[in-house]
């Protein structure tokens, strides 16, 4: 299932000691993180561990206190959202972002409805091209011209996902893409995933559900306490072990961390 | 199968959802006409329809306007005030020696200045519209009685005074203006690409934001509309009446907001309908008209008018509480 692509390839986005505090309170504690095109990364971590927070940051919605994120050999201080979208990064929202009373159409096209006469939102263009699309990513969608609250948990993902492929989206990024979902949902949901990883996007999914993460995952990033503690590749570890990284029962994890606050 | 019966199903009831509460409110008009028809002689004639049609003209202006705040998902309480206000610099710059079209552009920049204050502290500042468009209210009053000294101003040149009493064919130049703002309120809500930001701004704001829209340029925009249409408003009364009043316009901004609502614009925003507006907006033209026609005193007119209102609001609530249960399937498979 997962394909060793990593090695001489160049990450599609690379961030160095991201440090991002609330107050008090510590969420993003020095992080490192590379995202490869064509893989499937998984960000694993107990509530809390920041990475709600992280790709955050990543999209451009919170700016980070310190370090940096570079993309094509350009580094950035932080990134905003329109800036994000223009370098081929959007995100799946776990709430969504969906604007519930506008059509399907209308939301995998919101930011960017194509116009005729320079005036008028290209409206039979907008439905033509949702269609194809849709099919495409193989999501089933009774007409593109129902409202996104008509639709189920499963069908309101596929909509996102397929907003975020319009973006022009090179990293689409995944929060709790499954929860509040059926058996059969989820399923396809991730086989989605898997196919958006296989056919050359970098992918970035948050999940507390480590079967899923372990079906169709090439990586794993276990983030505790704001730190990147470790970095897997999936079929090199498994489910006790992860496990006992995102709860910091593990040995190596107290060592990597005193290494890591020593450097 | 299930599928196709789900779709018509779903066809069916999003039909009914957007047209019921305009068919709605056309069957009432309808039986409203016979009924007047009926009783009084005088009610169905040209020259009292046009007395209508005439009446409704100021309303319709103004509530084409809210229609977009509202469904933005905000209020705008200030269209009254900012009517009188623009209306007060309108005829104040002609006191002054200023050619008609000039005061008129003035008195249509004041109304975007005004929307554009609405606009940029509720967007930028984040801070409820209901209070801050309360205070542009009072400001706006204020100003306007501080320019007159609370004495209005009157005797206009023919030239203003042509946009409240002039004649073009059987119609007024009130009329044709709301006819002509009525589509282009139409075209711009349902089919520009500010239209579309404006429904989704009322329906997820933190989606539009996210998508990459400056949802600040959209939402100060909007009021801006608000305050122009409000200041075409204070254009017609000011002509119409050969006087600029600082007290006009008292509690247009009730009237214009109850059209609104009337007319099936939701309040939590993200759907608008200018169709709904405009029936609203001449329903209630009929109704004040219905009344005196049947001279039946003023003070039961806002009795009458408040219960039509009442009604219309709960009915809508209750379809719409309704709709959410019956087919909110995302509701079904958070349980689990």
Same mark, same amino acid.
């Given at each position: 299932?997962?394909?060793?692509?990593? @090695?001489?390839?160049?990450?599609?986005?690379?961030?160095?000691?991201?440090?991002?505090?609330?107050?008090?309170?510590?969420?993003?504690?020095?992080?490192?993180?590379?995202?490869?095109?064509?893989?499937?990364?998984?960000?694993?971590?107990?509530?809390?561990?920041?990475?709600?927070?992280?790709?955050?940051?990543?999209?451009?919605?919170?700016?980070?206190?310190?370090?940096?994120?570079?993309?094509?050999?350009?580094?950035?201080?932080?990134?905003?959202?329109?800036?994000?979208?223009?370098?081929?990064?959007?995100?799946?929202?776990?709430?969504?972002?969906?604007?519930?009373? /506008?059509?399907?159409?209308?939301?995998?096209?919101? +930011?960017?409805?194509?116009?005729?006469?320079?005036?008028?939102?290209?409206?039979?263009?907008?439905? /033509?091209?949702?269609?194809?699309?849709?099919?495409?990513?193989?999501?089933?969608?009774?007409?593109?011209?129902?409202?996104?609250?008509?639709?189920?948990?499963?069908?309101?993902?596929?909509?996102?996902?397929?907003?975020?492929?319009?973006?022009? +989206?090179?990293?689409?990024?995944?929060?709790?893409?499954?929860?509040?979902?059926?058996?059969?949902?989820?399923?396809?949901?991730?086989?989605?995933?898997?196919? @958006?990883?296989?056919?050359?996007?970098?992918?970035?999914?948050?999940?507390?559900?480590?079967?899923?993460?372990?079906?169709?995952?090439? /990586?794993?990033?276990?983030?505790?306490?704001?730190?990147?503690?470790?970095?897997?590749?999936?079929?090199?570890?498994?489910?006790?072990?992860?496990?006992?990284?995102?709860?910091?029962?593990?040995?190596?994890?107290?060592?990597?961390?005193?290494?890591?606050?020593?450097? | 199968?299930?599928?196709?019966?789900?779709?018509?199903?779903?066809?069916?009831?999003?039909?009914?959802?957007?047209?019921?509460?305009?068919?709605?409110?056309?069957?009432?008009?309808?039986?409203?006409?016979?009924?007047? *028809?009926?009783?009084?002689?005088?009610?169905?004639?040209?020259?009292?329809?046009?007395?209508?049609?005439?009446? *409704?003209?100021?309303?319709?202006?103004?509530?084409?306007?809210?229609?977009?705040?509202?469904?933005?998902?905000?209020?705008?309480?200030?269209?009254?005030?900012?009517?009188?206000?623009?209306?007060?610099?309108?005829?104040?710059?002609?006191?002054?020696?200023?050619?008609?079209?000039?005061?008129?552009?003035?008195?249509?920049?004041?109304?975007?200045?005004?929307?554009?204050? &609405?606009?940029?502290?509720? =967007?930028?500042?984040?801070?409820?519209?209901?209070?801050?468009?309360?205070?542009?209210?009072?400001?706006?009053?204020?100003?306007?009685?501080?320019? %007159?000294?609370?004495?209005?101003?009157?005797?206009?040149?023919?030239?203003?005074?042509?946009?409240?009493?002039?004649?073009?064919?059987?119609?007024?130049?009130?009329?044709?203006?709301?006819?002509?703002? %009525?589509?282009?309120?139409?075209?711009?809500? &349902?089919?520009?690409?500010?239209?579309?930001? %404006?429904?989704?701004?009322?329906?997820?704001?933190?989606?539009?934001?996210?998508?990459?829209?400056?949802?600040?340029?959209?939402?100060?925009?909007?009021?801006?509309?608000?305050?122009?249409?409000?200041?075409?408003?204070?254009?017609?009364?000011?002509?119409?009446?050969? %006087?600029?009043?600082?007290?006009?316009?008292?509690?247009?901004?009730?009237?214009?907001?109850?059209?609104?609502?009337?007319?099936?614009?939701?309040?939590?925003?993200?759907?608008?309908?200018?169709?709904?507006?405009?029936?609203?907006?001449?329903?209630?033209?009929?109704?004040?008209?219905?009344?005196?026609?049947? =001279?039946?005193? =003023?003070?039961?007119?806002?009795?009458?008018?408040?219960?039509?209102?009442?009604?219309?609001?709960?009915?809508?609530?209750?379809?719409?509480?309704?709709?959410?249960?019956?087919?909110?399937?995302?509701?079904?498979?958070?349980?689990?």
């Amino acid at each position: 299932m997962s394909k060793r692509c990593t @090695l001489g390839k160049n990450p599609f986005i690379r961030l160095r000691n991201i440090k991002k505090s609330f107050g008090h309170v510590v969420a993003l504690d020095g992080v490192d993180l590379d995202v490869y095109p064509g893989e499937v990364t998984a960000l694993v971590g107990d509530n809390g561990a920041g990475k709600s927070t992280l790709i955050k940051i990543i999209s451009g919605v919170l700016y980070p206190d310190e370090g940096e994120l570079s993309l094509n050999g350009k580094t950035f201080r932080h990134l905003t959202p329109s800036r994000a979208i223009e370098l081929g990064i959007s995100t799946v929202y776990q709430d969504l972002a969906l604007v519930d009373c /506008r059509d399907v159409a209308s939301n995998i096209f919101l +930011g960017r409805e194509p116009l005729k006469a320079r005036f008028f939102v290209d409206k039979k263009r907008m439905n /033509r091209e949702s269609e194809e699309l849709l099919r495409k990513l193989k999501v089933s969608i009774p007409s593109v011209t129902t409202p996104v609250e008509f639709l189920s948990g499963g069908q309101r993902q596929g909509v996102a996902v397929a907003r975020s492929v319009k973006q022009q +989206g090179k990293m689409i990024i995944f929060d709790e893409p499954t929860a509040a979902m059926g058996v059969g949902e989820s399923d396809k949901i991730l086989e989605l995933i898997r196919r @958006l990883g296989d056919e050359g996007f970098a992918v970035l999914i948050i999940s507390h559900n480590l079967h899923h993460v372990f079906s169709i995952s090439d /990586r794993i990033c276990v983030l505790r306490n704001g730190r990147l503690v470790k970095d897997f590749r999936t079929e090199n570890t498994s489910p006790d072990e992860v496990v006992a990284f995102i709860t910091g029962s593990n040995r190596h994890d107290e060592k990597s961390r005193k290494e890591s606050t020593k450097a | 199968m299930q599928g196709n019966v789900k779709v018509n199903w779903l066809k069916i009831k999003l039909l009914s959802s957007y047209i019921l509460p305009q068919l709605l409110l056309i069957l009432v008009m309808l039986v409203m006409v016979i009924l007047l *028809s009926v009783t009084s002689p005088f009610f169905f004639t040209w020259d009292n329809l046009r007395n209508i049609f005439d009446h *409704s003209s100021l309303y319709i202006i103004l509530a084409l306007g809210m229609t977009f705040v509202i469904s933005s998902g905000g209020i705008d309480l200030s269209v009254g005030a900012v009517a009188a206000l623009s209306g007060v610099c309108m005829a104040a710059a002609m006191q002054g020696g200023a050619g008609a079209g000039i005061s008129i552009l003035g008195g249509l920049i004041v109304g975007g200045l005004m929307g554009a204050a &609405n606009g940029t502290i509720i =967007s930028f500042l984040k801070i409820n519209p209901f209070i801050v468009t309360l205070g542009v209210m009072s400001l706006s009053r204020g100003l306007a009685l501080i320019i %007159t000294g609370g004495i209005p101003i009157y005797g206009f040149p023919r030239a203003f005074t042509w946009w409240g009493s002039g004649h073009i064919g059987p119609f007024n130049p009130p009329m044709l203006l709301a006819a002509l703002l %009525t589509l282009l309120a139409a075209v711009v809500l &349902n089919m520009s690409r500010f239209g579309y930001y %404006t429904l989704s701004l009322g329906g997820n704001e933190e989606a539009l934001r996210r998508s990459g829209v400056s949802i600040h340029f959209y939402r100060i925009l909007v009021y801006i509309l608000c305050g122009v249409a409000a200041a075409l408003g204070g254009l017609i009364v000011t002509a119409r009446l050969n %006087t600029a009043e600082p007290l006009a316009g008292w509690m247009l901004e009730m009237d214009s907001i109850a059209a609104v609502v009337l007319g099936g614009t939701s309040m939590k925003g993200g759907r608008g309908s200018i169709a709904g507006t405009v029936i609203a907006c001449l329903l209630l033209g009929m109704l004040r008209n219905g009344l005196v026609v049947l =001279s039946i005193p =003023s003070y039961y007119q806002q009795l009458v008018i408040g219960i039509i209102i009442l009604v219309a609001v709960i009915f809508a609530e209750v379809r719409s509480r309704k709709g959410l249960a019956g087919t909110n399937i995302k509701g079904g498979s958070t349980s689990q």
